[in-house]
């Protein structure tokens, strides 16, 4: 099992900024991504970006060049910087972990949210 424990969101006027951060603890594979995804009011989850182990990193279109999405292996924890927030930015911000391994096949994990809300 493995437990992600998310925090750093908050209220926000546009073009401001915040900082979400997710800690990983439990039975963590060497073979994972860890990521954010999203959920605004009335629409479906949404990836926000996503880093592997290896550093390889994925961003939603949306988002790019103004959100940053970070990660330390040796704490197993992932970051995500997010600049120049407007409101379409509103949501809950979930962190996944995905990892596979030989004998355990894939497996994910979702943490218990934050908010993120963007209004003037």
């Known amino acids: 099992q493995v437990q992600l424990v998310e925090s750093g969101g908050g209220s926000v006027q546009p073009g401001g900024s915040l900082r979400l951060s997710c800690a990983a603890s439990?039975?963590?594979?060497?073979?994972?991504?860890m990521g954010w995804y999203r959920q605004g009011p009335g629409a479906e989850r949404e990836l926000v970006a996503t880093v592997s182990n290896r550093n390889r990193i994925t961003y939603a279109d949306s988002v790019k060049g103004r959100f940053t999405i970070s990660r330390d292996n040796g704490k197993n924890t992932v970051a995500l910087q997010m600049n120049n927030l407007q409101p379409e930015d509103t949501g809950a911000y979930y962190c996944?972990?995905?990892?596979?391994?030989?004998?355990?096949?894939?497996?994910?994990?979702w943490g218990q949210g934050t908010q993120v809300t963007v209004s003037s």
């Open positions: 996944k972990l995905t990892q596979s391994r030989l004998s355990d096949g894939t497996t994910y994990y």
């Open positions: 439990g039975d963590i594979f060497t073979s994972n991504t």
